[in-house]
């Protein structure tokens, strides 16, 4: 008889055990489907940020356009003023050497008159008011001379 309640015991611990082999294994169970779960929250949360952060590349990518758009215009009409300035200047250099080359013959004028005056004084018409004017002042504001259109046929 004593061996009938020994097999009748270690019954009752089989049947616990396997007892808390499946409670053991629910439990694992359960902390494996959370982690699966956490885990795919995790990934859900890695591709909006993945996302959020490939917005903002192509909102800069589109900022960095328009601002090159607006810089390459900016130096098209930079450019362009550029050649207008240069072309003014080169004008303003032809007119320099004319009104130079005007003062040179002035100037050659005035030390002949100068050097003849130690001999005799000259005589200023009267018809002019000032003396500049005996040297075509006046006309200094005018533009060059365009000497081909007086051209003898």
């Known amino acids: 008889m004593s061996s009938g309640t020994s097999s009748g015991s270690s019954q009752g611990t089989r049947s616990s055990r396997s007892e808390d082999d499946l409670n053991l294994q629910a439990q694992m169970e359960k902390k494996r489907k959370r982690r699966k779960e956490s885990n795919r929250e995790s990934a859900r949360r890695s591709r909006m940020r993945k996302q959020q952060h490939l917005d903002e590349l192509t909102s800069q990518v589109n900022q960095l356009k328009n601002q090159n758009q607006q810089l390459s215009m900016a130096l098209s009409l930079t450019t362009q003023n550029l050649v207008a300035v240069q072309a003014q200047n080169s004008v303003l250099q032809t007119q320099e050497m004319e009104l130079q080359s005007r003062l040179c013959a002035l100037?050659?004028?005035?030390?002949?008159?100068?050097?003849?005056?130690?001999?005799?004084?000259?005589?200023?018409?009267?018809?002019?008011?000032?003396?500049?004017?005996?040297?075509?002042?006046?006309?200094?504001?005018?533009?060059?001379?365009?000497?081909?259109?007086?051209?003898?046929?």
């Open 107 to 153: 100037t050659d004028i005035l030390m002949c008159m100068n050097n003849t005056s130690a001999t005799t004084t000259p005589t200023i018409p009267a018809t002019t008011t000032s003396a500049c004017d005996i040297f075509g002042a006046s006309s200094w504001n005018q533009p060059p001379i365009d000497l081909y259109q007086y051209q003898c046929f």
